[in-house]
């Protein structure tokens, strides 16, 4: 176990696993087939015509994932020769102006639960219904009136869709915002907005509800705004050409279906339409009790918040949720070998159901690799032994499971790193396009008003100010369910005057349980405290209970007043974690229908339930936080900004578990060495 064989060359071929090429083996997490989502579609036909005339929409499909316990049997029995329950899928469909929900049942090929679902809030957005909305105001004639107004020719304007969020209305019907760009011969269209215009899109009625032709406002320039390097003009640089990774002799991972085994690593890899990439059951071999141990039985992403800080017409209501309303699986994209993935990675492709249930492949949508960025695992030069030097050094080479998801502007970044000390890193890397806004001024001397609300990133363009809220849902199950959240305060004390000592003071650890949800919340950075989650029915055999740390990113909470109403439905972003006791509704942060919702169905309400979470199996939702000023530097296109946090066990294991990791063959190792030039 935890062999790092890993060798850098320069030039070599490419690895690309393709995941057809393996017969999966009945997963209960395995994401629902082609087969499966066309079967869906045939169902609910019998019941529901689809398709016809836009009354009936499938707006999410996914796996209806068996019961935990009986996981958790099937998962841990010898063979997986437990039987599982028949597969299922999950719909929520827009039936004549309603959201239905029903469980597919494939065995029995029926419809086994069907209901009306009543609350707020409306379910993701589809693509089709987007591209017909955006079409539909293009061929909207005061629409076009208002373009040529403007001098602006109409084949070169595009339209893009943009939720409405919820600012204190009665009724929140499905309506959505459209917004107009203008390329004129650019590919960058969130660089040139058209403003002054109020365009609201009724997407069940599929008309323009409302159209306004506020004001015609200045356009920003069109120079500076290209990205490809096919047409962007010499000088170039810095050449990235030669920093390239290769492994000759293969990846040292196993994918069997969407089970993958990487050195002292087991986990399952799916795809969702909501999520995007889904970890599952995954485990970590114990070499000192000879067996795989559980350590994260589901992570995926929750929600992304990203709330605009312009509170003008054409600004107010960008408070996205992208996952709840545009699928973070839904636009994830097709990953570029050897530039989106190191050379080295396999593929996997994601399949998720169109809105009238047609099986829609992104391929190449999550990618896998061992990475090696010639980090150290562990060292130590010992020089204190006469007449001896020693050093031992193990390099740290770990594997990434990653996605791309890119919602209208920005491209997220979303991974998880796998390391055989243990480790598990999420990381979040924005990168994209800003979204801006155009302005008279080219620079900050003109400005007339108190606020522009962002900075000049171009001529007569600038950067609006927002912030990026990642929530990740991580149902860890640290070696068993019966796990409890233990906040360790590290406090300052005097020396008692007992102890004969010249120092005034020292610190140590004050250890609490939470026993209730509210007691497990936490705002980082306010104190300095220890965030582990223990399973208290089993320690280490020096006493200490076997854990998993939280090791947080830098402190990120929203500055947003508490009766704001984007801060109403995004509450979850109050707290960087909060503990819940596990729910198998209880999935989305946002709530299941985050699209104009009100903030009632969601985690910050969940939790005023104040669950006791003691010794029983949790969850962690933890949220990346970013304030975005933009710069400069983010035009036209923005260098990848990283944050992420860590699990590292924590007397998980009795000692180092990578101390015996075998190194690299040096003698088979080619050099590299630097060109001189
Ligand atoms: C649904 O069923 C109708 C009538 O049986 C059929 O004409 C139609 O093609 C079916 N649609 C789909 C998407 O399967
Ligand atoms: C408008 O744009 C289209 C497509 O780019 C182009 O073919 C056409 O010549 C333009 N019309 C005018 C009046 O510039
Ligand atoms: C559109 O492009 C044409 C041709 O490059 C240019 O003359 C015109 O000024 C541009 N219009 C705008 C509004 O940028
Ligand atoms: C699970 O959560 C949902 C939504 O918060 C709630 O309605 C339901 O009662 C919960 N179930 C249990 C068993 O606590
Ligand atoms: C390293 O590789 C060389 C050449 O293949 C082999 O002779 C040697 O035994 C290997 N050493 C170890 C420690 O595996
Ligand atoms: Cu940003």
């Known amino acids: 176990m935890a062999q790092l064989h890993f060798t850098i060359l320069i030039f070599s071929s490419v690895f690309v696993i393709s995941s057809s090429s393996f017969i999966p083996p009945p997963h209960p997490f395995d994401p629902l087939t082609e087969t499966e989502l066309n079967l869906v579609r045939t169902i609910v036909n019998k019941s529901y015509p689809i398709g016809h005339n836009h009354k009936f929409t499938f707006q999410y499909v996914g796996l209806n994932e068996p019961d935990k316990s009986l996981v958790l049997s099937w998962h841990s029995s010898p ?72 001098g602006l020719n109409l084949s070169e304007v595009v339209v893009t869709s943009s939720t409405m969020g919820w600012f204190g209305e009665a009724q929140t019907k499905r309506f959505i915002r459209t917004i107009p760009f203008y390329l004129n011969g650019s590919v960058n269209t969130y660089l040139r907005p058209i403003e002054g215009m109020t365009i609201i899109v009724d997407l069940d009625k599929m008309k323009v509800a409302e159209f306004k032709d506020r004001f015609t406002g200045p356009m920003p320039k069109p120079n500076g705004r290209e990205y490809r390097i096919s047409n962007l003009k010499p000088p170039f640089g810095p050449s990235l050409r030669d920093a390239v990774v ?50 994260l039985y589901k992570g995926h992403l929750s929600e992304m918040f990203v709330p605009y800080m312009d509170p003008h017409d054409d600004w107010y209501f960008i408070s996205y949720l992208d996952c709840g309303e545009f699928g973070c699986g839904q636009s994830a994209v097709s990953l570029e070998p050897y530039t989106d993935c190191p050379p080295n990675a396999a593929f996997m492709d994601g399949i998720y159901a169109g809105q009238d249930g047609t099986p829609t492949k992104v391929s190449n949508v999550m990618c896998i690799f061992e990475k090696y960025a010639g980090d150290i695992m562990w060292r130590h030069t010992e020089s ?32 998880y790193e796998f390391k055989p000390s243990g480790s598990i890193k999420m990381g979040v890397g924005l990168t994209g396009v800003l979204e801006v806004k155009p302005v008279e001024y080219v620079h900050t001397s003109e400005i007339k008003e108190d606020d522009i609300y962002g900075t000049i990133v171009a001529d007569n363009t600038v950067g609006v100010n927002h912030d990026h809220y990642v929530t990740f849902r991580l149902d860890l199950d640290i070696d068993g369910t019966d796990n409890s959240f233990v906040r360790t305060e590290l406090v300052t004390k005097r020396t008692p005057k007992s102890v004969n000592t010249p120092r005034k003071s020292y610190w140590t650890t004050k250890r609490n349980t939470a026993k209730t949800e509210t007691e497990a919340r936490v705002k980082l950075g306010l104190k300095p405290e220890e965030l582990v989650v ?25 500055l947003l007043a508490q009766d704001d109403y984007p801060q109403i439905r995004a509450a979850f972003t109050n707290y960087n974690v909060w503990i819940t006791p596990y729910n198998r509704s209880e999935v989305w942060t946002s709530g299941s229908y985050a699209d104009r919702s009100q ?34 530097e983010d035009f036209p296109t923005m260098p990848t900004m990283s944050g992420g946090f860590e699990l590292r066990p924590t007397n998980f294991f009795e000692q180092n578990p990578v101390l015996k990791a075998k190194p690299m063959n040096l003698t088979t190792v080619p050099k590299c060495t630097p060109k001189s030039n």
């Open 384 to 415: 204190e032994v006469p007449g001896m030097k020693i050093t031992e050094v193990r390099p740290d080479v770990s594997l990434v499971a990653r996605m791309v998801t890119t919602v209208g502007n920005y491209d997220y970044i979303i991974e």
């Open 79 to 150: 063979d997986h020769n437990v039987k599982l329950p028949p597969r299922q899928a999950f719909v929520i469909a827009r039936d004549k102006g309603k959201n239905r929900e029903m469980v597919v049942d494939f065995s029995t090929r029926a419809i086994v639960s069907d209901k009306i679902h009543v609350g707020n809030g409306n379910p993701m957005l589809t693509l089709d219904e987007q591209h017909a909305a955006t079409a539909l105001v293009l061929k909207f004639k005061p629409f076009c009136d208002s373009i040529m107004k403007r």
């Open 246 to 295: 290769f492994q000759p002799d293969g990846p040292g991972f196993k994918i069997d279906g969407h089970v993958v085994r990487w050195a002292n690593w087991e986990f399952h890899m799916s795809f969702n339409v909501r999520a995007g990439l889904v970890i599952s059951l995954a485990s970590i071999f114990d070499m000192d009790v000879n067996k795989y141990r559980q350590v």
């Open 534 to 558: 223990v399973n208290p029915t089993k320690t280490t055999k020096h006493g200490n209970e076997i854990g998993y740390r939280l090791i947080p990113g830098p402190a990120t909470s929203s």
């Open 599 to 632: 903030g009632d169905d969601a985690l910050a309400v969940w939790c005023k339930r104040n669950r006791k979470i003691e010794k029983k199996d949790i969850v962690m939702w933890y949220t990346v936080g970013f304030h975005h000023v933009p710069c400069q």
